[in-house]
């Protein structure tokens, strides 16, 4: 793993897409695999593109930059034409407006207390997603706290 991750270092910035979203995973998580496979099946639309972000190849420069520990803390979503970065819940909730499978959950989304208690339980599927779902070969690992990854 630790070779990947330090082609993370090295680009620190994904493509803007002038008409498709750029979702940013980890392509070694298996909930992260069964996820963009879901979000894959409910794009109808063609509204999204998916980077697999331990692929230094699809990575390259552009106006949006992002951390590369935090693309292997939670999914970060690029807005067509590189306008904002989101993750988390934020960028669930963005897909969900343009996702015709979740026009109708998507109002619910904005209600009083479910962003809050959204993102709490994002980022606790998120810190716990190797233990949610079963990992081999040690690459189902996030860098520590003191990683040069973390750290660029």
């Known amino acids: 793993m630790s070779s990947d991750v330090h082609a993370l270092r090295l680009p620190r910035s994904v493509p803007a897409n002038p008409r498709r979203a750029q979702v940013l995973y980890d392509g070694q998580c298996p909930l ?85 208690l959204g993102q709490r339980a994002y980022l606790w599927v998120a810190r716990n997603r190797f233990r949610l779902v079963p990992c081999h070969g040690g690459v189902c690992t996030l860098p520590g706290p003191n990683s040069r990854a973390a750290n660029p």
């Open 32 to 116: 992260c695999r069964k996820s963009v496979a879901v979000l894959r099946r409910l794009d109808w639309l063609g509204v999204l593109n998916y980077v697999d972000v331990r692929d230094p190849d699809k990575l390259a420069a552009c106006d949006v930059i992002v951390e590369p520990g935090r693309l292997l803390e939670e999914m970060h979503l690029i807005t067509p034409g590189g306008r904002q970065l989101l993750h988390g819940f934020k960028a669930f909730r963005w897909m969900a407006w343009r996702l015709p499978a979740l026009w109708l959950l998507a109002p619910l989304l904005y209600l009083p207390g479910v962003p809050t």
